[in-house]
């Protein structure tokens, strides 16, 4: 069983809707968990972390963080063509586990 | 400000050399990771240096890889006698000690043919 499991898409919106992308971890003892976004051929760059159970904010962005069921997600409101990209779920405790991504194309 | 620089970008190697990437961090990040990412894969950890010191190499693959940072700014991953499985992106991340906020660099994207 991989340690960050990730629906590998393609997840595919309207523009205007949300994008709901989900992640699960394996390690129970994990504590910071974070989003990266990639376009292709580009290097991931973090758009969310979290640490706490509950709903984090940031402007369209929502991480939500469950640690009792080991889940982690991320929904993107208004979505727009430019949030076509690849989301990378990443768990660490000390060393940073990344999920495989989950391909989310936003169509206009 | 600079943000993480890797050299070279790209990089074509013959099956059985030895090659060698660079990573520069931003400037006052004291911790530096690595990372290997296979074609639709995410990144997979290889290794972690806090100043110069190597606290966790337990991701590299083989004793062919190896990396140093010996004055705790400049990294430098070696690959060593590359082998076809070798060929994928090479990510270098650097962070301020204590955050998990990690940046990344463009990465190089190391083909062996």
């Known amino acids: 069983q991989k340690e960050v499991e990730q629906n590998s898409g393609p997840l595919s919106v309207p523009e205007g809707a949300i994008a709901s992308l989900n992640c699960t971890y394996s390690?129970?003892?994990?504590?910071?968990f974070f989003w990266y976004r990639q376009y292709s051929g580009k290097s991931p760059e973090l758009i969310m972390f979290i640490y706490s159970n509950g709903d984090k904010e940031d402007g369209r962005f929502t991480a939500q963080l469950n640690k009792a069921s080991q889940y982690v997600s991320l929904l993107i409101r208004d979505s727009q063509p430019s949030d076509s990209a690849t989301y990378l779920c990443a768990v660490s405790d000390n060393d940073m586990r990344f999920g495989a991504g989950t391909r989310l194309t936003v169509k206009p | 400000g600079a943000g993480v620089s890797q050299s070279p970008r790209y990089k074509v190697a013959k099956r059985g050399q030895d090659v060698a990437l660079r990573c520069d961090p931003i400037?006052?990040?004291?911790?530096l990771f690595w990372y290997q990412q296979a074609l639709g894969q995410g990144p997979e950890f290889l290794t972690y240096f806090q100043n110069e010191a190597q606290l966790d190499k337990s991701g590299l693959p083989s004793d062919r890889f190896f990396a140093e940072r010996p004055e705790g700014s400049v990294s430098t991953l070696k690959i060593q006698r590359t082998q076809q499985e070798d060929s994928a992106v090479y990510l270098c991340?650097?962070?301020?000690?204590?955050?998990?906020?990690?940046?990344f660099g463009p990465g190089t994207r190391l083909t062996v043919t």
């Open positions: 400037s006052g990040h004291v911790s």
């Open positions: 991340a650097s962070s301020l000690v204590g955050s998990y906020e990690q940046y």
């Open positions: 390690d129970r003892g994990s504590q910071s």
